[in-house]
């Protein structure tokens, strides 16, 4: 008869006793700010769907990651919005791409923060596809070489980890393979492994001006149904020399992130997105929901689920709360 020995209200009747049980604590070391690079100078423009994030230009830039280096937050994740788009994404692999220059001025100004870049052809093809587009379809083989060349290009520039999330097949091995066989075989690769075909990333694709022009990415991105093959693209990612694993949008996919921590004995990182970000900003400004803690819940639940790393757009308010 297990009341009134068991009383586990005992264990919350202060804030110090709270703190003591607690079980999951966040660390802005774990946070990484999502940036979005755009041409030009002087440029900070807000993303309307995203209020307290921005299209910067490389100075802004520069100037925003010292600020992020200052908060203590774990790095930075980069995106760009080239000068022009074509059907071969020429702008992502460009040596004086836009992410390119602004991976050489940060490094110079932050030597020790941490760069990660999103490895992708979406915002720099003319139709807002992935890849290489053949009929209706984003050819996968193809695409596999401009994705090695960019992360291969990012790594010179001064990327540590390269994150591609295009979802092509193979692309981990066609990355790890070219970043070796030209001597950046300490780039870290972190594989966007289950990526679902999410609503979620909408607002992202104000952001960075990568709407398809035609379709959508369900033949490449995960459909949300399906958690076993979730881990079997973790499965393959890992088997293809990944560093590490993200599971992506976080909140809806809570169960994937537990039990691919479970299993695989990799770093876990899971990616609050757009939508995600935009959800609960949108009930803020309406007064429905209080920010602080709506922010701190859902980042604790996702780092609860499993998920050590946390790409998040809340990480400069999350870190200074933590401060
Ligand atoms: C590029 C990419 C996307 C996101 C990250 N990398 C957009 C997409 O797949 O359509 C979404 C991030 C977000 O919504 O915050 N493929």
Known sequence: MPFPIHRPRRLRTSAAIRSLVRETRLDPAQFVLPLFVCPGEGVKREIGSMPGNYQ?????????????????????????????KDEIASGAYA?????????????????NLLLMTDVCNCEYTSHGHCGFVQGEDVDNDTTLEWLAKTATSHARAGADIVAPSDMMD??????RRCLDANGFEKTAVLAYAAKFASVFYG?????ADSTPQFGDRRSYQMDPANGREALKEIELDLEEGADMIMVKPALPYLDLIRQARDRYNVPIAAYQVSGEYSMIMAAVRN???DCERAMMETLTSIARAGAGIILTYFSKPAARLLG
């Open 56 to 84: 910067m230009s490389v100075d802004q830039v520069v100037e925003e990651c010292a600020e992020v280096q200052s908060l203590g937050i774990g790095g930075v994740i980069l995106f760009g919005l080239p000068e022009e």
């Open 95 to 111: 040596d004086d791409g836009i992410v390119q220059r602004a991976l050489r001025a940060i490094r110079r100004e932050t030597p």
């Open 170 to 175: 193979g692309r981990v091995s066609a990355i």
């Open 203 to 207: 607002p992202f694709r104000e952001a």
């Open 287 to 289: 007064g429905w929901l």
